[in-house]
């Protein structure tokens, strides 16, 4: 397609009409059910949003002008299909940029060029770059078992052996690479990092991302550390660089980097809210989340453009089933990828507002295949209605219990209710992070059955009258949320 915003966004609305509260004018209110069987089939809100988003804005990197111009796109866009309320809440960052240099090479013994990236928090080598020898550790265990010292002058490559799996669960496993190999690297002596991306795919793509410099290694200074340049190889790059430790035969390999981020300072990110407006204002909302935000080298249709169109559409179709009585209310958070700052900012603003139950769609676009809660123990039966109305679409019960999406952090902050659609994470690494995050990735059918769970938990849940009893314990953030 290639329409523009508005003219798509009138033509939604000629087909579902929202008056300016935000509920269904049309007469013949069809049922949740009826609704969500028709998104299962016909939905094209989802896809209207992440393609508009990734035509019409592009990489949308927090803290800079593209992002600015995403906040702007979601807005018009929220007002043009009929929410209400919409506004954008701007917060405050330190902003980082990749810069334009990014080079590796292998000066010695096997002289050739690698594809690298910077990875988020990365100061400069300088466009001269530098030039050390590599030491190899195969996981993140491994370089904090090196002795004190021992990577002086040094550049540290970090492996990991992370695979596909429907859950996204080896993320949490092979994750530290990232998030905070360079800072214990740093300690070590190293002068800089380079690691095997965080990732699945075989593409000469390195996954992007942020790394932390805080002390990881259980001492009382949890101060922040000196930063120093650190990077991603392609997945092929680093397997190349494995073999070439092999046939050394302890020659020393040596690597010329050249990485050239800047920070910029402080600079405005945002959080662009919306809503559907309940029948009972008293009544604390449902809350979808998302974020806009992406990194620079793609335009974030999986990561997470997709999830925003989810959430936006689910919240249309609850009012084409007639004014829901709590107001639902999206979310669609900025600086997630840089360190979770508009759902920190988000939270912080509104902690006195109490959230009935919180939901993130942050995973994709593939078909959700699991439900689950914080409360099927202390809500049984809302646990048991919600489980029971999603199975037609092939999702299944389950006892694990709901941490919440990055974005969420309003809800574990507030000890509420929080429900976890997991989706199918087979095929979501091969793409996170990376160049090929491209909206042709996105599986018309598997969103519109996102859309089709979507629309049937938030309609269930924004026409529950009673509380959500969670007990009181929520559990902390996933690991998935070091994005």
């Given at each position: 397609m290639k329409k523009s915003l508005l003219t798509t966004a009138a033509a939604l609305l000629i087909a579902a009409p929202l008056?300016?509260?935000?509920?269904?004018?049309?007469?013949?209110?069809?049922?949740?059910?009826?609704v969500a069987d028709d998104a299962l089939e016909n939905d094209k809100v989802a896809w209207d949003f992440v393609e508009g988003v990734t035509t019409e804005v592009g990489p949308r990197q927090a803290g800079t002008e593209a992002e600015t111009r995403g906040r702007q796109w979601a807005v018009a866009w929220l007002n043009a299909n009929g929410f209400a309320n919409v506004a954008d809440e701007p917060f405050e960052m330190e902003t980082w940029v990749p810069g334009d240099l990014h080079r590796a090479e292998i000066t010695s013994p096997f002289p050739q060029p690698l594809v690298i990236q910077p990875l988020?928090?990365?100061i400069s080598t300088g466009p001269d770059g530098i030039t050390a020898e590599v030491v190899m550790f195969d996981n993140v265990a491994a370089l904090r078992a090196a002795p004190e010292g021992s990577l002086q002058g040094k550049i540290a490559y970090i492996s990991h052996s992370m695979t596909p799996t429907q859950d996204g669960s080896q993320y949490g496993f092979a994750g530290p690479a990232r998030w905070v190999g360079a800072g214990i690297a740093e300690q070590k002596g190293a002068v800089a990092t380079v690691i095997k991306s965080v990732g699945t795919d075989y593409h000469r793509n390195p996954h992007v991302g942020g790394t932390t410099f805080r002390r990881t290694d259980g001492s009382t200074d949890v101060g922040r550390l000196v930063p120093t340049p650190a990077g991603a190889l392609s997945l092929p790059d680093a397997a190349n660089l494995e073999r070439m430790f092999e046939r050394a035969n302890g020659r020393p390999i040596m690597m010329k980097l050249t990485l050239t981020p800047e920070n910029l300072g402080t600079t405005i990110s945002g959080n662009v809210v919306g809503e559907i407006v309940g029948r009972n204002p008293d009544l604390p909302p449902v809350l979808l989340a998302c974020h806009l935000d992406s990194w620079w080298n793609a335009p974030g249709a999986f990561d997470d453009g997709a999830g925003c169109g989810i959430i936006a559409a689910a919240a249309l179709n609850v009012?084409?089933?007639g004014q829901p009585l709590r107001t639902i209310r999206v979310l669609f958070a900025g600086a997630e990828e840089v360190g979770l700052f508009g759902s920190t900012a988000y939270s912080a603003a509104?902690?006195?507002?109490?959230?009935?139950?919180?939901?993130e769609s942050d995973f994709g676009a593939d078909r959700i295949w699991r439900f689950e809660s914080n409360f099927r123990e202390t809500n049984p039966d809302l646990h048991a209605r919600l489980a029971n109305a999603v199975a037609r679409f092939g999702v299944a019960n389950s006892t694990i219990v709901a941490r919440g999406g990055a974005d969420l952090n309003i809800v574990r902050d507030q000890g509420g209710a929080i429900i976890d659609l997991q989706q199918d994470g087979t095929r979501y690494f091969d793409l996170h992070h990376t160049?090929?995050?491209?909206?042709?990735?996105?599986?018309?059918?598997?969103?519109?059955?996102?859309?089709?769970?979507?629309t049937t938990v938030a309609g269930i849940l924004a026409n529950e009258s009673a509380s959500i009893q969670t007990g009181g314990v929520i559990p902390s953030a996933p690991a998935t949320m070091e994005d």
């Open positions: 008056s300016a509260d935000g509920h269904s004018d049309a007469g013949n209110t069809p049922s949740l059910e009826a988020g928090g990365s009012a084409k089933s509104h902690i006195n507002e109490p959230i009935a139950v919180g939901l160049p090929d995050d491209t909206l042709d990735k996105i599986d018309p059918v598997q969103l519109r059955q996102n859309v089709a769970v979507w």
